[in-house]
T-cell receptor, first 113, second 113 residues
């Protein structure tokens, strides 16, 4: 069993749709949960992070963490063609303060005008 | 302020050849990481460094070596290249107080034939 599982998609939605991206994980020691966005042929960039459980909102993006279910989600409201990218979830523990991230496989999203 | 730079952008190697992937940062970050990204597989950590003179293995270190003599540079050495090392390689950096927010370079696309 992989430590982090993410549906690779691809996911195609019309402009304006609500998008839900999800990851499950098996390591209960994970404390930081991140979503990175990666445009084609570019390096990933951090979109949002959450520490422990709960919700976090930033504009059209909302990140949710449910540690009891070992499940995290990223919601995109009013999706735009510019949101077309691969979205990678990532997680880490605080042990050793090394910043060793475990990534999901990434979900490729296409938002059609 | 260039951020994280990687050279070369592309490279084709023959089986058994060696090469060094260069990574340089001007953000004065202590933490540096090397990842590889295979299609549909997310990113896997190869090696990381928490400061000059300190390196450690990640998930997939076999066939690679690193050194960190300065804060700015973190080269990745491939010895005896194999087709399984065909991948996109990303270097990333992070501040000590924000290790979950990693800043990625543009990547090096390597093909071993």
């Amino acid at each position: 069993q992989k430590e982090v599982e993410q549906d690779p998609g691809p996911l195609s939605v019309p402009e304006g749709a609500i998008v839900s991206l999800n990851c499950t994980y098996s390591n209960s020691a994970f404390q930081y949960f991140m979503w990175y966005r990666q445009y084609s042929r570019k390096g990933p960039e951090l979109l949002m992070y959450t520490y422990s459980s709960g919700n976090k909102e930033d504009g059209r993006f909302t990140a949710q963490v449910d540690k009891s279910s070992k499940y995290i989600s990223l919601f995109i409201r009013d999706s735009q063609p510019s949101d077309s990218a691969t979205y990678l979830c990532a997680m880490t523990t605080t042990a050793g303060n090394t910043g060793k991230l475990i990534f999901g496989q990434g979900t490729t999203l296409q938002v059609k005008p | 302020n260039a951020g994280v730079t990687q050279t070369p952008k592309f490279r084709i190697l023959k089986i058994g050849q060696s090469m060094t992937l260069q990574c340089t940062q001007d953000m004065n970050h202590n933490y540096m990481y090397w990842y590889r990204q295979d299609p549909g597989m997310g990113l896997k950590l190869i090696y990381y460094s928490v400061g000059a003179g300190i390196t450690d293995k990640g998930e997939v270190p076999n066939g690679y070596n690193v050194s960190r003599s300065t804060t700015e540079d973190f080269p990745l050495r491939l010895e005896l290249a194999a087709p399984s090392q065909t991948s996109v390689y990303f270097c990333a950096t992070a501040e000590t107080k924000g290790i979950y927010e990693q800043y990625f370079g543009p990547g090096t696309r390597l093909t071993v034939t």
